[in-house]
């Protein structure tokens, strides 16, 4: 299923059309991101900082780009969850289109965790209803429609904690079986469109046992670590956290996960140098799909020279790890 060959690894960056995951207009603000302290009705893009960027990931041989589609595009089913500055389907086609001649292939994601979906307006608190399933079939189908029926697309499920929903109205988790059955049900729908399903893994961190057991080797995993790749071994148990959520690349590995790690320098300077340093050193070539970066800032002035300083650290580690695979 994987590609061996380092030259067609994937090199991918991950950027916010939408940024209407995380805080709502009834709840505190997460703080996630310093510019985005408070909740707008507007999408918090700018088309000139998009426009900057993409030319910037082109240089540096980037060759996807993960997009958090959101309530980012004026969409034709479900017109009442679309942002009042939504692009329209055919300008964000015209984007779409200028990014595949730079050799940027553009890859959907819709946040289907019921602690991400601020974007979904009033289908956020309908969860597991008729109509909730109706909604996600009826905006996967479009999505993939405008992206040109991608190879992949990013369905989140990542968080769905109350911890991660403390400053939320209303705090909704499905039980394991709900959860599953969900899952199942969204990928169900990308696979109807030619899209292998890809998510987030740390479902695994706190349930490997029942991951291992339900989770098809169909579906792409993205474990995600920001810190930093230390000797865990000598430190206190505060630490632990972070050695397990290492220790998930190997298991993935291990039970034959088709797997693109996630790093940031959100949470540590040194993160994406490391990243590819043990994922070259420790992960089987043959499941190791590609690395993915998360600058997570909004695609506007305030997040520019963030995006600009991961997409750099990349290209260097990437010189560093992985030189047979740069031009």
């Known amino acids: 299923m994987s590609d061996t060959n380092n030259k067609n690894l994937i090199w991918g960056c991950m950027l916010t059309l939408s940024n209407h995951m995380w805080n709502d207009e009834f709840s505190k603000p997460m703080l996630y991101f310093p510019q985005d302290l408070e909740y707008g009705e507007n999408i918090n893009t700018e088309p000139e900082v998009w426009d900057a960027v993409m030319p910037f990931l082109a240089e540096r041989q980037f060759n996807l780009v993960l997009i958090d589609v959101g309530d980012g595009i004026k969409?034709?089913?479900?017109?009442?969850?679309?942002?009042?500055?939504?692009?329209?389907?055919?300008?964000?086609?015209?984007?779409?289109?200028?990014?595949?001649?730079?050799?940027?292939?553009?890859?959907?994601?819709?946040?289907?965790?019921?602690?991400?979906?601020?974007?979904?307006?009033?289908?956020?608190?309908?969860?597991?209803?008729?109509?909730?399933?109706?909604?996600?079939?009826?905006?996967?189908?479009?999505?993939?429609?405008?992206?040109?029926?991608?190879?992949?697309?990013?369905?989140?499920?990542?968080?769905?904690?109350?911890?991660?929903?403390?400053?939320?109205?209303?705090?909704?988790?499905?039980?394991?079986?709900?959860?599953?059955?969900?899952?199942?049900?969204?990928?169900?729908?990308?696979?109807?469109?030619?899209?292998?399903?890809?998510?987030?893994?740390?479902?695994?961190?706190?349930?490997?046992?029942?991951?291992?057991?339900?989770m098809p080797k169909s579906v792409v995993q993205s474990n995600w670590y920001y810190g930093n790749f230390r000797n865990f071994d000598l430190l206190d148990k505060i630490d632990r956290r972070d050695k397990r959520i290492v220790e998930c690349y190997e298991l993935l590995d291990k039970h034959g996960y088709d797997q693109i790690p996630t790093g940031s320098l959100y949470g540590w300077k040194n993160n994406l140098m490391q990243t590819l340093i043990y994922g070259k050193e420790t992960l089987n070539p043959e499941h190791l799909l590609g690395y993915l970066d998360a600058p997570w800032v909004s695609t506007n002035s305030s997040g520019l020279y963030s995006i600009y300083n991961d997409a750099d650290s990349l290209y260097l580690a990437r010189k560093y790890a992985y030189p047979e695979t740069l031009n």
């Open 75 to 214: 969409f034709d089913s479900h017109p009442e969850i679309s942002a009042p500055n939504a692009w329209s389907k055919e300008y964000v086609s015209k984007k779409l289109a200028q990014m595949r001649a730079m050799g940027l292939e553009p890859i959907p994601k819709l946040n289907f965790s019921a602690g991400h979906d601020t974007w979904m307006k009033k289908y956020r608190r309908m969860v597991s209803s008729p109509e909730y399933y109706a909604f996600c079939a009826d905006i996967i189908k479009e999505v993939c429609e405008i992206f040109g029926y991608p190879r992949l697309f990013h369905l989140g499920f990542d968080e769905e904690t109350s911890e991660a929903q403390w400053n939320y109205e209303i705090a909704i988790t499905r039980g394991a079986e709900l959860w599953w059955h969900d899952l199942y049900f969204m990928c169900d729908q990308c696979e109807k469109y030619g899209a292998r399903p890809w998510v987030w893994s740390d479902y695994v961190w706190n349930h490997e046992d029942l991951f291992l057991k339900k």
